[in-house]
T-cell receptor
Framework: GDSVTQTEGQVALSEEDFLTIHCNYSASGYPTLFWYVQYPGEGPQLLFRASRDKEKGSSRGFEATYDKGTTSFHLRKASVQESDSAVYYCALRTMQQGTGSKLSFGKGAKLTVSP | DPKIIQKPKYLVAVTGSEKILICEQY?????MYWYRQSAKKPLEFMFS???????DNQTASSRFQPQSSKKNHLDLQITALKPDDSATYFC??????????????FGEGTRLSVL
């Protein structure tokens, strides 16, 4: 089935470091790709999405480019802040006739940024 | 103002009992979903509804039964609770389920502990 493989576990950085969280997907057809962020005690919040090859999604200094050739959607930020500490999930939306759509999430990467 | 209300925020239950998780959305969306997040698994799709009609069910157990009494309600009834059901259950909604429709918006979740 359709799936997402992303950087998992803990990612520890210092303020102003460069962030990369890798995300690769496996899907038939042309899925829509998402990055969600989750803060403690809250539900996942959409960062941004992309739905076609070479499309760049961006928000709050984070960005990712849909690459159909490498089946990737890596999250990057040039200079992280302590307030970026959260769990980041890559997800894809698949659609099937008659059953609508659903999101498949990666396992999440917990980013901790120290001052 | 909360856009998706999930009640209760925390829930403790004994093994074998039955509980209902409440979800109401005030976004005017016509598609609603349930996802589950546990310590062992990432965010996992459970159900999707569109215009109060079940579209997809990825839950193996019939102990989980969604109930939609109104267009903006999608409750989740869980019977014969087991300790493995302990998780945070997220309700989400979106305007439609098509490829070009918006990303699902998530509530803050109900954290269920089964003793």
């Amino acid at each position: 089935g359709d799936s997402v493989t992303q950087t998992e576990g803990q990612v520890a950085l210092s303020e102003e470091d460069f962030l990369t969280i890798h995300c690769n997907y496996s899907a038939s057809g042309y899925p829509t790709l998402f990055w969600y962020v989750q803060y403690p005690g809250e539900g996942p919040q959409l960062l941004f999405r992309a739905s076609r090859d070479k499309e760049k999604g961006s928000s709050r200094g984070f960005e990712a480019t849909y690459d159909k050739g490498t089946t990737s959607f890596h999250l990057r930020k040039a200079s992280v802040q302590e307030s970026d500490s959260a769990v980041y999930y890559c997800a894809l939306r698949t659609m099937q006739q008659g059953t609508g759509s659903k999101l498949s999430f990666g396992k999440g990467a917990k980013l901790t940024v120290s001052p | 103002d909360p856009k998706i209300i999930q009640k209760p925020k925390y829930l403790v239950a004994v093994t074998g009992s039955e509980k209902i998780l409440i979800c109401e959305q005030y976004l005017g969306h016509n598609a609603m979903y349930w996802y589950r997040q546990s310590a062992k698994k990432p965010l996992e799709f459970m159900f999707s509804y569109s215009y109060q009609k079940l579209m997809d069910n990825q839950t193996a157990s019939s102990r989980f039964q969604p109930q939609s009494s109104k267009k903006n309600h999608l409750d989740l009834q869980i019977t014969a609770l087991k300790p493995d059901d302990s998780a945070t259950y997220f309700c989400a909604s979106s305007q439609g389920q098509g490829r070009n429709n918006q990303a699902p918006f998530f509530g803050e979740g109900t954290r269920l502990s089964v003793l």
